[in-house]
């Protein structure tokens, strides 16, 4: 079984950075595909990154650029790096784990509002 935390959200001017983090408890964490969803008010849940074991990183074409995923297996963590944040990434975003099953966080939320 797999639990994720995530902390790093918050409220941001557009032009402005987060990093969101990713706990992640398991004793095979290397072997899991890791990455973030987001989900804005009345939207789908949307794929933004995610990284294979191994070490494959896709990225959505509205984030690629200024988005950076990264993993640290000995940790157990994962990252997202955002920068030049702008209005339309205000989401919840949600860590997740994919090996056999499915595993999510309870969410972060980020606002990128002035």
């Known amino acids: 079984q797999v639990q994720l935390v995530e902390s790093g959200g918050g409220l941001v001017q557009p032009g402005g950075s987060l990093r969101l983090s990713c706990a992640a408890s398991?004793?095979?964490?290397?072997?899991?595909?890791m990455g973030w969803y987001r989900q804005a008010p009345g939207k789908q849940r949307e794929l933004v990154a995610a990284?294979?074991?191994?070490?494959?990183?896709i990225y959505a074409p509205a984030v690629k650029g200024r988005f950076t995923l990264s993993r640290d297996n000995a940790k157990k963590m994962v990252y997202l790096q955002m920068n030049s944040l702008k209005p339309e990434d205000t989401a919840v975003y949600y860590c997740?784990?994919?090996?056999?099953?499915?595993?999510w966080g309870q969410g972060t939320q980020v606002t990128v509002s002035s």
């Open positions: 997740y784990g994919d090996y056999s099953t499915t595993h």
């Open positions: 990284a294979t074991s191994g070490g494959t990183t």
């Open positions: 398991g004793s095979i964490f290397s072997l899991y595909t």
